[in-house]
């Protein structure tokens, strides 16, 4: 999952996932078989993919289309408003999600994950009338929304600024600090008992993250493809003066998440001896 935010308000401009056979890329689908590393928004109609080139490059990434054929303007395009308007209360919103989060959904969604509707709950998760969301905060403040369709999609809620995503109560400031890569990998580190946070995506909230790392030992739980090591190595070097020690822990095995690890049998114990193999735990 690729994020890019418009540095001057953190508004999310694109959020990208990769292409699969069942998502091929629009852009160069037609001219290669198989999938490449492009991605594609399909919520604002955007892809970047490295093998066409268009009038804006989006670092090592690629290079930016308009799916509708338009020009690409010289910068990233930032969700279009038609009117100038209030900015909702994501605080209000927060108590009228969790408010709507019936047993059942919260239920389908913990089946999905292999859970708890506890910790469902936990994550101070809610219910918009489409989607499940999940609080991205600042600190204590809600600044926005990562909505969860029951199709698997994941976008986010229109004006919302990125956030770590943390749960109910906020980290408990004992032991170790274990860093996950979104909603789902949080929720299993809350079954292992973990003192844990999350970002919304692999290369966001490097200084959120590291106001809550400040002196504690630190483990950055990676996905296992490249962007999640990458980003784990980026977030690494950001907390190297900050956090008391920090380490980077893959999934073990060939599971490509935590999530996944957890399913398969992974425990709090196996996941300790991981981490002191690199050091104090």
């Known amino acids: 999952m690729l994020v890019l935010a418009d540095k001057r308000t953190g508004e999310i401009a694109f959020e990208g996932k990769r292409v699969s056979r069942a998502l091929p890329c629009p852009v160069c689908a037609h001219l290669h078989r198989t999938p490449s590393w492009c991605l594609v928004d399909t919520g604002r109609r955007l892809a970047i993919c490295p093998r066409v080139e268009s009038s804006r490059r989006i670092g090592d990434a690629g290079y930016l289309h308009n799916l509708d054929g338009s020009p690409v303007p010289p910068a990233i395009p930032?969700?279009?408003?038609p009117e100038r308007r209030e900015a909702p209360d994501m605080g209000w919103l927060q108590e009228r999600f969790v408010a709507a989060l019936t047993d059942a959904r919260a239920e389908e969604l913990a089946k999905r994950w292999n859970t708890s509707t506890a910790t469902v709950r936990a994550l101070g998760a809610g219910w918009d009338g489409g989607a499940w969301t999940f609080p991205m905060r600042h600190g204590t403040q809600v600044v926005g929304y990562r909505r969860r369709l029951p199709d698997g999609a994941k976008v986010c809620r229109t004006g919302s600024r990125l956030g770590l995503i943390v749960?109910?109560?906020?980290?408990?400031?004992?032991?170790?600090?274990?860093v996950t890569e979104g909603e789902s990998d949080?929720?299993?580190?809350?079954?292992?008992?973990?003192?844990?946070?999350?970002?919304?995506?692999c290369k966001v909230c490097e200084d959120l993250v590291?106001?809550?790392?400040?002196?504690?030992?630190t483990v950055i739980l990676a996905d296992a493809d490249e962007p999640g090591m990458a980003g784990a190595t980026s977030l690494r070097d950001h907390l190297l003066k900050i956090a008391r020690s920090v380490v980077i822990v893959r999934p073990p095995g060939r599971h490509k998440d935590l999530r996944e690890w957890v399913r398969a049998g992974g425990s709090r114990t196996a996941l300790r001896f991981v981490v002191k193999s690199m050091r104090g735990f």
Request: hydrophobic share 50%; net charge positive; no cysteine.
């Open 78 to 81: 930032v969700i279009a408003r």
């Open 167 to 178: 749960p109910v109560g906020g980290p408990r400031g004992v032991g170790s600090l274990f």
């Open 186 to 201: 949080l929720a299993a580190a809350i079954d292992l008992g973990l003192d844990a946070i999350a970002r919304p995506g």
């Open 210 to 217: 590291a106001k809550v790392a400040r002196k504690r030992d």
